[in-house]
C-alpha cells in the first residue's frame, strides 16, 4: 500500500499570500497517478489537479501542481477567502486507491 | 451537469446492515467506474470501493473486504453500497464518487455528491 504523508497538518495564512502544500510518497509514484482535492466542511470535495500538474475543469489558474518520484506540490498562488479548506493528495495508481491525512489551510 | 447524489445512511445498530444509494445523471453512466469513499468525524478521506463501468468487476479495501459489497444498476443510473455486519468504527460519511473513465486502474475522481452520514451505534 502506498502511504501519503502531506504537511504541514495545518498552514495558516492571510488571503494574498501563497500557500505551499506537500505530499510525500512512501514509494514512487508515476506523476501520471497524483491528484489533488479541496475539500470544505459541509460540501463535497473537489478534485483541483490530476496527474500531478494538470487542472481540473473550472479549476483557477491560482492552483498549480508539481513534483515526481516520492515529492509532489500544490501552490496557491495567491489565497482567495474561498480557498480555506482542507487539501488531500491522493494516488491512483491502483488498489487500495489512499489519501494523505489532509492538510488544513485555514485563517490566519 | 454531473449530479450525484446519495441516499440510505442513518442510525444503525453495531451488526446491523444498511444500503446505500447513489442516483447519478449529467452524463453516461455505465461509461465510468463509481467508487465510495468515506470520512469518519475528525478523519481524513477514506477510499472503501470501487466498480467498474459495466460491473464486472469491483475491489474493496480490506477495512470492509466481506462485509460491504458495491453494486450499480445501469439500467437506472445507481450505484450501490451494501454494509452489513456493521461497526463502530464504520461511523462516517459516505460519499460517492465518479471515476474519470471506464476502468479502475488508473482512475481518479472527478465528481463527488455530498454524501449521506452512517452513524453505528447501540
Known amino acids: 500500500e502506498i502511504v501519503l504523508t502531506q504537511s504541514p497538518g495545518t498552514l495558516s495564512l492571510s488571503p494574498g499570500e501563497r500557500a505551499t502544500l506537500s505530499c510525500r510518497a512512501s514509494q514512487t509514484v508515476s506523476s501520471s497517478y497524483l491528484a489533488w482535492y479541496q475539500h470544505r466542511p459541509g460540501q463535497a470535495p473537489r478534485l483541483l489537479i490530476y496527474?500531478?500538474?494538470s487542472r481540473a475543469t473550472g479549476i483557477p489558474d491560482r492552483f498549480s501542481g508539481s513534483g515526481s518520484g516520492t515529492d509532489f506540490i500544490l501552490t496557491i498562488s495567491r489565497v482567495e477567502p474561498e480557498d480555506f479548506a482542507v487539501y488531500y493528495c491522493q494516488h491512483y495508481v491502483g488498489s487500495p486507491w489512499t489519501f494523505g491525512q489532509g492538510t488544513k489551510v485555514e485563517v490566519k | 451537469e454531473v449530479e450525484l447524489v446519495e441516499s440510505g445512511g442513518g442510525l444503525v445498530q453495531p451488526g446491523g446492515a444498511l444500503r446505500l444509494s447513489c442516483t447519478a445523471s449529467g452524463f453516461t453512466f455505465s461509461s465510468y467506474a463509481m467508487s465510495w469513499v468515506r470520512q469518519a468525524p475528525g478523519k481524513g478521506l477514506e477510499w472503501i470501493s470501487i466498480?467498474?463501468?459495466?460491473?464486472?468487476?469491483?475491489d474493496h479495501a480490506d477495512s470492509v473486504k466481506g462485509r460491504f459489497t458495491i453494486s450499480r444498476d445501469n439500467s437506472k443510473n445507481t450505484l450501490f453500497l451494501q454494509m452489513n455486519s456493521l461497526r463502530a468504527e464504520d461511523t462516517a460519511i459516505y460519499y460517492c464518487a465518479k471515476s474519470h473513465h471506464y476502468y479502475t486502474p488508473g482512475s481518479y475522481f472527478d465528481s463527488w455528491g455530498q454524501g449521506t452520514p452512517v452513524t453505528v451505534s447501540s
Open positions: 466498480i467498474i463501468g459495466s460491473g464486472s468487476s469491483r
Open positions: 496527474a500531478t500538474s
